[in-house]
C-alpha cells in the first residue's frame, strides 16, 4: 500500500550558513558600526545579542531574509523572551523541527473530517499516511499544502 510520511524537518547545516551570512552583513552595515552585535548558533537555538531593542529587531529580520534565502521556511523561528544581562539585550530564536503531538492530532483530525480514503498514524513525530491509490495520497498533501498550518511540512518516505 501506496504510503508518505508527513514531517517537518530543518537542514541545520543551512541554519548555520545564514547565521553566518547574517553576522557578514552586520559588519558591513553602517547602523551597526561600533556596535556590539551578533549571532550565535548552539544546536536548535540561534542567540540574537545587541545593544538595543531595536537592533534587536532589525537583526531579527536580517535573519529572516537570509533564511528566506537559504530556503528555510521563517515559521520554524521561535522568538523567544528578551533578556537584559549588563548593557546587552539577548533574544533566543528556537529553532522548531518535528511535528508536536497537537499538531498531529490536528494533522489526522483533518484528514479524517475531509472523509478521504486513507488512514492516518501519529509515530513519534510525524505523521503517516497510508491509502489504496497514489491518487488519494496526493490529494491528501494539496488539502495539507492549502492549509495554514503554524509549521512548514515536508512530505517523505513516498512508497508505493
Avoid at 46 to 58: G, S
Wanted: net charge negative; proline share 2%; aromatic share 4%.
Amino acid at each position: 500500500m501506496p504510503s508518505f510520511d508527513v514531517v517537518s524537518e530543518v537542514d541545520f547545516h543551512e541554519v548555520t550558513n545564514a547565521v553566518d551570512q547574517a553576522n557578514r552583513e552586520l559588519q558591513t552595515r553602517f547602523d551597526f558600526r561600533g556596535v556590539e552585535a551578533k549571532f550565535e548558533r548552539n544546536d536548535d537555538v540561534v542567540r540574537v545579542t545587541a545593544e538595543a531593542e531595536i537592533q534587536l529587531d532589525q537583526m531579527i529580520d536580517i535573519l529572516r531574509q537570509k533564511f528566506v534565502k537559504r530556503s528555510i521556511d521563517p515559521k520554524v523561528m521561535d522568538i523567544g523572551d528578551e533578556e537584559h544581562i549588563g548593557k546587552l539585550l539577548h533574544k533566543n530564536i528556537k529553532i522548531q523541527q518535528g511535528v508536536e503531538s497537537l499538531l498531529a492530532k490536528k494533522i489526522v483530525k483533518m484528514i479524517k473530517d475531509k472523509k478521504m480514503k486513507v488512514q492516518a498514524a501519529i509515530q513519534g513525530d510525524k505523521v503517516r499516511v497510508t491509502g489504496k491509490k497514489r491518487d488519494d495520497l496526493q490529494q491528501v498533501m494539496g488539502m495539507l499544502k492549502e492549509e495554514d498550518l503554524e509549521v512548514p511540512l515536508q512530505y517523505n518516505n513516498f512508497r508505493d
